[in-house]
């Protein structure tokens, strides 16, 4: 957990317009879970989209 604020929110984040940016800057790029049948381990990632690459840690 990095406790970074979402860019584009407005309740926590830093409260400053951002007019370049449109919406919120928040994407899922992976996920864990267990099958719901089976209970095998799945893990499913995504590439970090274009518009975040500018911010990655």
Same mark, same amino acid.
């Given at each position: 957990?990095?406790n970074?604020?979402?860019?584009?929110?407005?309740?926590?984040? =830093? /409260?400053? #317009? *951002?007019?370049?940016?449109?919406? &919120?800057?928040?994407?899922?790029?992976?996920?864990?879970?267990?099958?719901?049948i =089976? /209970?095998? #381990? *799945?893990?499913?990632?995504l590439? &970090?989209?274009?518009?975040?690459?500018?911010?990655?840690?």
């Amino acid at each position: 957990m990095h406790n970074l604020p979402i860019i584009g929110e407005d309740l926590y984040g =830093s /409260g400053t #317009p *951002l007019p370049s940016f449109k919406g &919120l800057y928040l994407a899922a790029i992976g996920l864990k879970f267990s099958h719901p049948i =089976s /209970g095998v #381990p *799945l893990s499913l990632n995504l590439p &970090l989209p274009k518009k975040f690459r500018a911010f990655s840690l």
